[in-house]
């Protein structure tokens, strides 16, 4: 039982190259979500899937695309990557939205140079 | 739409007792409260629902207040292991869910 994994660990892009985080939880979860995490300002919420088939935006949507493959998948797309991007990504799932115990990832730190 | 946390940083000395507030200006469903060591991801505390109860495990309880949209967490007796930074998530209408910017806790012997 890995609960929820993220790939890669660690990347390094330059300014305009495109890349995908992928994320998978094993927990049967309902929804995902995908956050960032700078210094001072918390985690913030990028897009989050409620439930298979749903994708909705968050609070620091623009720059970013998601795919919500299955059940078990949540896919982070950065179509033209710029320094502003440079973040810890986490991914996370929950039974339900909002009420339920958000399960996080290890994280991906992302640099864009 | 981001909770405030405060204080922003504390360090305290092993034993002694701390509290961490949370404040929304939207009416809360439900409060969350995480903790993130350093170059760890966040690990979930406790979840304290409107109309529910005083929650709390070992050291560390929380309360809810819902008609201040306030959440604090009460960590007694600190432990060298309760040092990291805490976060605490709002639960809103339309489903709006959202982490405040988080409070650095730093437990010294």
């Known amino acids: 039982n890995a609960g929820v994994t993220q790939t890669p660990k660690f990347q390094v892009l330059k300014t305009g190259q495109s890349m995908t985080l992928q994320c998978a939880q094993d927990m049967n979860h309902n929804s995902m979500y995908w956050y960032r995490q700078d210094p001072g300002m918390g985690l913030r919420l990028i897009y989050y899937s409620a439930s298979e088939g749903t994708t909705d935006k968050g609070e620091v949507p623009n720059g970013y695309n998601v795919s919500r493959l299955n059940k078990r998948e949540f896919s982070l797309r950065l179509e033209s990557a710029a320094p502003s991007q440079t973040s810890v990504y986490f991914c996370?799932?929950?039974?339900?939205?909002?009420?339920?115990?958000?399960?996080f990832g290890p994280g991906t730190r992302l640099t864009v140079t | 739409q981001q909770p405030v946390q405060s204080p922003q940083a504390v360090i305290l000395r092993e034993g002694e007792d701390a509290v961490i507030n949370c404040s929304s200006s939207?009416?809360?469903?439900?409060v969350h409260w995480y903790r993130q060591k350093h170059g760890e991801a966040p690990v979930f505390l406790m979840i304290?629902?409107?109309?529910?109860e005083q929650k709390g495990h070992d050291k560390i309880s929380a309360s809810f207040n819902e008609k201040k949209q306030q959440s604090s967490l009460y960590l007694t007796a600190s432990q060298l292991s309760y040092s990291g930074t805490y976060f605490c998530?709002?639960?809103?209408?339309?489903?709006?869910?959202?982490f405040g910017t988080g409070t650095s806790l730093t437990v010294i012997p």
């Open positions: 998530g709002t639960e809103s209408t339309g489903n709006q869910f959202y």
């Open positions: 939207k009416a809360l469903y439900s």
């Open positions: 304290l629902l409107k109309g529910g």
């Open positions: 996370a799932s929950s039974e339900t939205r909002g009420q339920g115990e958000q399960y």
